[in-house]
């Protein structure tokens, strides 16, 4: 387990910081409409972030995982865990752009066309009732309650019952730092308040999506709030490796913005 606070943490800080910078460029396009419904829209600046996000995330659990199975010789609870997991993520970065669908330009067959409210080849926006969808009236309660048990309920249990952190890390999963992941909550608070927009969710569902990015990297690469072995062990090793990754971070905003600037040219 690496020894030093969260705000050294340079992926942790550098998590907040992307967070913090995509607040205030949606708080500062409150005054334009048009600049508000250009970041939040589809294929817009911050649903590349969420897709580029999810995406690293999961390269990170499966690898994370594979690491494990190969230094264990077997497959353990926590190497299902990781993997499977791994493959949760991938799944969910692949439906925040449809599959790939609008960018290779393919139509959505029958079925997705009448059940779907987008008219998207995706499962979360699939039709309930008459006005609600999988996403509105399923995940988005499952992603609040699975949040708060993550970010908040384990991790203060686990600061006085160790029993609870061995635990959850038996089957694979980490709890993140109290502190950032408070920082994460009220970011997404603060979001809510402050932006006026029927796609104003967008950007906790990024916001979330960067927050598990830099704390699934902390904690099974560089061993920060993680009792079981890193994929890094050494002190020197993991301190490069921190700021290699936070370079990454910084780069995937630039891409997400390149690719949301292209995306509005078509």
Not at 61 to 70: C, D, I, N
Not at 171 to 182: E, H, I
Request: proline fraction near 3%; charge should be positive; aromatic fraction near 10%.
């Amino acid at each position: 387990m690496v020894n030093r606070k969260w705000y050294a943490h340079p992926v942790l800080m550098t998590g907040i910081a992307i967070n913090v910078f995509m607040l205030l460029l949606a708080v500062s396009a409150r005054g334009s409409s048009e600049q508000l419904t250009r970041l939040v829209t589809e294929d817009g600046m911050i649903e590349w972030m969420q897709f580029l996000a999810f995406a690293m995330t999961a390269g990170l659990l499966v690898f994370a995982g594979v690491e494990r199975w190969k230094r264990g010789g077997r497959i353990d609870l926590a190497v299902l865990g990781l993997l499977g997991l791994g493959f949760v993520v991938a799944a969910a970065a692949m439906e925040e752009i449809s599959w790939f669908q609008r960018i290779l330009r393919v139509e959505s067959s029958e079925f997705f066309t009448q059940n779907n409210r987008q008219g998207e080849t995706n499962l979360h926006n699939l039709a309930i009732g008459s006005s609600g969808s999988i996403h509105k009236t399923i995940m988005l309660k499952l992603i609040l309650l699975a949040g708060l048990t993550h970010n908040v309920v384990l991790p203060l249990l686990a600061r006085s019952r160790s029993a609870v952190r061995n635990f959850v890390e038996k089957f694979g999963v980490y709890l993140p730092p109290l502190p950032v992941a408070l920082v994460y909550l009220s970011l997404v608070i603060l979001s809510h308040l402050l932006i006026e927009h029927p796609r104003k969710g967008e950007l906790g569902e990024m916001f979330g999506a960067v927050h598990y990015m830099s704390t699934v990297f902390a904690a099974y690469f560089t061993g920060f709030g993680y009792t079981q072995p890193a994929v890094f062990q050494q002190a020197a090793e993991s301190r490069l490796v921190d700021k290699l990754f936070s370079c990454l971070m910084a780069f995937l905003l630039l891409t997400a913005w390149l690719l949301s600037a292209g995306a509005m040219m078509n």
